[in-house]
């Protein structure tokens, strides 16, 4: 029978495995320290960040529709919110670092203003981090700061030093995840052709007037990625926005209409996707710097 779990506190957390709570806010464990297993199958309700670096396969994760494509050396991470299914394989015994910590700690801290800008902890299940030995150091050793510092006595510095290791610990693996775009360039760029073609199919089909215009969950949703992640690949690779990459195919194909077409900027924005012309008329101005009629209207050279 699979049991459901809430994790709202970092006690309740430390209760789970049977570890003692050093800080209220923040734990570090190590599965060489659990005193209980985990039912075989559980279903976990983040109300904490939290991030795990497996050192074996023991099972499946799956966060929403999709398994974590997680294997040795990989790391896992889940925000407040998130709902994570764990399937346990009994054979295996579990290796894993882990830090949970409670969004209160960062409120006020520069952490907390910035905490979105490590957008991997909003990352599909199938995105998992794939750690080099070198990286797996550098992460144990900021999780071996943060444990020294929550088993200390609390003074007036321990909330900034900890927030601070924290903070570093998730630059550090922002960095792993740029790398790991790098190393996955190949099929990187094999993922953007197919965003290329998805665009064109697009614009070619009737979906404009019937489903809008484009999203990026739309094109990230068929390369079977979230749209945090798609959205990051698409910046590393071209340097654009994944929302700027769409509008500027729109833009591409707006101006072939005007040209290449006797329809009127009415007709050309509903094709195209907008509800209102005037939306459609705002967008190419900005784009373009002219309207879609002064457009038309400029000499052929």
Known sequence: MEEFIKLDTVDCYNKLYGVETLHPLVSVVDASEVQRDLPDNVTFNY???ALFLKQTKCGDLRYGKQTYDYQEGTVT???P???VEVRRDTS???QWQGLV???DLIRGTSLGQDIKQYSFFSYASNEA??????????YRDCLSKIKREISRPVDKHSRRLIVRNIELLLDYCLRF???QFITRSKVNKGILSRFEDLLDDYFQSNLPQTKGLPTVKYFADRVNLSPNYFGDLVKKETGRTAQEYIQGKLIEVAKQEILGSDRSVSEIAYRLGFQYPQHFTRIFKKSVGCTPTGYRDLPVL
Do not use: M, N, T, W
């Not at 981090?129 to 550098?138: F, N, T």
């Open 177 to 179: 995840y740029e790398r």
């Open 129 to 138: 981090l794939h750690l080099s030995e070198d990286e797996k150091g550098i």
């Open 81 to 83: 919110g998130q709902v």
């Open 92 to 94: 295996v015994r579990p």
């Open 101 to 103: 910590f409670h969004p």
């Open 77 to 79: 991470s889940f925000a």
């Open 47 to 49: 109300g904490l960040y």
